[in-house]
């Protein structure tokens, strides 16, 4: 496995419950093809979704469905050969699983960047936060999916470089197959970037206020939080 395999992808969906919402848009990226498509959910799309997004419940009311399309078939076949790189992919990888679509190989550029930044010294880790945070120059249409794909593009592009060198290897496999099985466990989340502790290291906190920390973990377990909860349990012994 190459650069030519990885398949740049975003979703769209009517929220953030995984058990629940459905996608509402999925653009893709391999190569120099581009696929941008929007579908009609099978339940509504949220009024935070769609403050997020810009997509309305009355733009998708005449698409079809994503289960039914030939955008599904195309992508199943894109996906079979190739490796997903998406941001935060468990997220993306379970909202095309709840119409079908299987995805055996995946590269998270979310934790990827995380396992990086060992020191955790980036504050944020969302998509956008990153562009500006490795400032990465690139003109695309803001609130897109397409201009999503495209940022997401170029952030793994970053990592790869950062990745080359600290696995001391020019071999394009061995740096991809490291990025996947990277991706494939959770990582370890050493700062809080929230609440009472924001700024702090876990390690001093477990400490001082264990209590907060087991707190915080019965919290992640119900949100089934897979990087929160391997965290925690690290911290907590």
Known sequence: ?????????????????????????????????????????????????????????KMVENEEK??????????????????????????????????????????????????????????????QFLRYYYGIEIDVNPHSAEGDVLVLEAIFKHLYVQAKEKFETEDENEIIEKMIKISANPSLIRRFTFGKHQGRLLTDVVAEDRGYLEWLLAQKEKDEDEDWIYSLRYYLG
């Open 1 to 57: 496995m190459n650069k030519k395999n990885l398949v740049f992808l975003d979703t769209e969906t009517t929220g953030n419950d995984l058990e629940k919402d459905r996608l509402c848009q999925v653009c893709y990226k391999i190569g120099d093809k581009i696929v941008t498509k929007n579908f009609k959910p099978e339940i509504p799309i949220s009024i935070k979704a769609m403050s997020i997004t810009h997509i309305t419940n």
């Open 66 to 127: 994503f289960a039914n399309s030939q955008t599904k078939k195309d992508l199943e076949k894109t996906l079979a050969n190739n490796i997903l790189v998406a941001h935060n992919a468990k997220f993306d990888i379970a909202m095309l699983s709840s119409d079908g679509v299987a995805v055996e190989r995946n590269i998270c550029t979310l934790r990827l960047a995380r396992y990086l930044d060992e020191q955790q010294e980036i504050p944020e880790y969302n998509l």
